[in-house]
């Protein structure tokens, strides 16, 4: 039997060994092994088991005196020592012993400039069909003569002793000096993807490569546009256009002269999926993607999208030729348009503004949206997320360093940013309604065609930000959010509350000059 060297990582197994094979034998091994069922139109349907989401408190990375000074240690960037990770190595090992092993060898980074290569071995069958979907598949010749850079081993059902030094079962450990990632104790597939993009925003921004949590897409013009964004904000939605070529979903590299996509398929939410508003998404869902954590109608196998009782993070991963309009080489010219995506629940935001380069850079840094009440238990109003450059949980680095990379690129690219309010008007989230989709969508046109700019802009008072009096397709009340609520004095008090809590986030970046300051939120002497 080949081995495909495992044993030079101490790896031996009595079960078999499976390099690269296609989809659909992967699908049937997860369904032998009882891992999943098949939808009606042939996705593989998984369930995570307890964890649902990432464990961002099960997250570590190992500390040696070569990476010490690089990374940003703190809440999200947690040390731990090189004999924990040996620990947490040696148990994987053990663990894979009698299993059956799937090997993915692939790429992430589309350039190959600034491409690296990942080696993942899983237990299952269907989280090695979930990382092949998302990463860059290897040609004939490419896999002869693959050699990793980066060894991810992935076993959810390997329990660790947190008495080791672990906050719990579960353990995410990448070690960057030796290029390593374990994941242990936790089903959720998108610690494998995230995990890569961790890896990627630690070694790209030392090659002076801008790493972004964004989706892009590009027009027959060569326009190429940039949608930043949180979970739930639409990134995935609104990237995905029929009348423009989607680059990549999540997760870029902004080089000198071009953009390019790490990844090789999309990972999409897919709670209240509907044909009607995502139709691209709707169709992706077949046989070769995996859904994580839905539910299917027993009488017709069809997937209800609309059922959050396992998660509201529900999630379908699949290759990136399941859409029918993409950017095949998944790379673009450098943009011309740039989203800031806030799905803001308090109503407040304008849902479309034009932002200066000082805003720009505060609204980056922000990483705004917000939690709906009633989502999590105690939740009773909106809740105010702030995350790093759209990315918090991802970035190694000091912020600072990917906030200066994000300035100079806009700024030698001569780019529009726009910041997109793709949440509630008229009213908090149970009061107002969400803004349409189609207003969205013709914001977005009108931005990326240049409509807006040409057109008279006002500036609204509690946010310092320039909203349109005019955009083609778009009611002109709704523009400005004020007038869409019916009581005055309850949208001041909910914008001045918003704009303390920007205030308040960003009392933590010390080092950010007065100008870009100056420029978020707040009345104005």
């Given at each position: 039997?080949?081995?495909y060297g495992?044993?030079e ?10 390099r690269?094979?296609?989809?659909g ?5 997860a369904?032998?092994k009882g ?14 088991g307890?964890?649902?989401g ?11 005196p ?5 990374i ?5 960037n ?5 004999e924990?990770?040996?620990?947490v190595?040696?148990k994987?090992v053990?663990?894979f012993?009698d299993k059956?092993?799937y ?25 090695n ?10 040609t004939?010749?490419?896999l ?6 980066f060894?991810i ?10 008495s ?5 079962e579960a353990?995410?450990?990448i070690d960057?000096?030796?290029h ?6 936790t ?12 890896v990627?925003?630690f070694?790209?921004?030392q ?9 892009a ?8 546009a940039l949608f ?7 990134k ?5 256009d029929?009348?423009r070529?989607?680059?990549g979903d ?29 139709p ?24 209800d999208?609309?059922?959050d ?7 379908v991963?699949?290759?990136?030729n ?13 943009p ?8 803001d629940?308090f109503?407040?935001l304008?849902?479309?503004s ?11 840094v ?5 939690k ?9 109003e ?22 200066q ?5 806009v ?10 309010n793709t ?21 977005i ?17 509690f ?15 709704l ?10 004095e ?9 704009v ?16 870009v300051?100056?420029?978020g939120p707040?009345?104005?002497?």
């Amino acid at each position: 039997m080949d081995t495909y060297g495992l044993e030079e990582y101490g790896i031996e197994t009595s079960g078999s060994i499976f390099r690269n094979i296609p989809p659909g034998s992967l699908v049937e091994k997860a369904l032998l092994k009882g891992e999943g069922r098949l939808s009606r139109a042939g996705c593989l349907c998984i369930e995570t088991g307890e964890r649902t989401g990432r464990s961002p408190n099960d997250k570590y990375i190992v500390d040696t005196p070569a990476v010490h000074d690089l990374i940003a240690w703190g809440k999200v960037n947690k040390p731990i020592s090189r004999e924990i990770c040996d620990i947490v190595y040696q148990k994987i090992v053990e663990h894979f012993k009698d299993k059956d092993l799937y090997i993915f060898d692939g790429y992430a980074g589309a350039n190959p400039k600034y491409s690296y290569a990942f080696r993942i071995i899983n237990e299952k069958a269907s989280q090695n069909l979930f990382i092949s979907n998302l990463l860059i598949k290897p040609t004939p010749r490419e896999l002869q003569h693959f050699q990793e850079d980066f060894l991810i081993l992935v076993a959810p059902d390997c329990k660790m002793d947190p008495s080791i030094g672990l906050n719990s079962e579960a353990a995410v450990i990448i070690d960057y000096e030796r290029h390593l990632v374990l994941i242990a104790g936790t089903g959720y597939s998108g610690e494998i993807k995230k995990s890569v993009f961790c890896v990627m925003n630690f070694m790209l921004p030392q090659k002076n490569v801008f790493t972004m949590h964004c989706s892009a897409n590009i027009g027959n013009d060569g326009n190429t546009a940039l949608f930043f964004g949180l979970s739930g904000t639409g990134k995935t939605t609104l990237s995905a256009d029929p009348n423009r070529k989607l680059i990549g979903d999540d997760e870029h590299g902004w080089s000198r002269t071009s953009i390019f996509n790490f990844e090789g398929g999309c990972y999409a939410k897919c709670i209240g999926l509907s044909k009607e508003n995502e139709p691209e998404i709707w169709d992706a869902v077949r046989y070769g993607a995996v859904a994580e954590n839905v539910k299917l109608f027993e009488d017709s196998r069809v997937i209800d999208f609309n059922d959050d009782s396992i998660t509201e993070n529900t999630r379908v991963g699949y290759p990136l030729n399941f859409i029918a309009n993409i950017e095949p080489k998944g790379v673009g010219p450098i943009p011309k348009t740039i989203f800031f995506l806030a799905a803001d629940a308090f109503g407040v935001l304008p849902p479309i503004s034009k932002l200066d380069k000082n805003s720009a850079a505060y609204h980056f840094v922000s990483g705004y949206t917000s939690k709906l009440a009633g989502t999590e238990d105690g939740i009773t109003e909106p809740q105010a997320t702030f995350s790093t450059c759209f990315g918090e949980p991802f970035l190694p680095l000091d912020p600072l360093l990917y906030s200066q990379q994000f300035q100079r690129r806009v700024e030698k690219a001569g780019a529009n940013v726009f910041l997109i309010n793709t949440g509630w008007v008229g009213g908090s989230y149970g009061v107002g309604k969400r803004i349409p989709l189609k207003y969205t969508r013709a914001m977005i046109n009108a931005a990326i065609n240049g409509e807006l700019d040409y057109v008279a802009y006002e500036t609204d008072p509690f946010f310092n930000l320039n909203m349109p009096k005019f955009c083609p397709g778009v009611p002109q009340e709704l523009l400005n959010p004020k007038t869409t609520w019916l009581n005055k004095e309850e949208y001041d008090k909910t914008a001045e509350k918003l704009v303390k809590m920007f205030q308040e986030n960003f009392k933590q970046y010390t080092n950010f000059p007065e100008s870009v300051i100056k420029a978020g939120p707040g009345k104005k002497d």
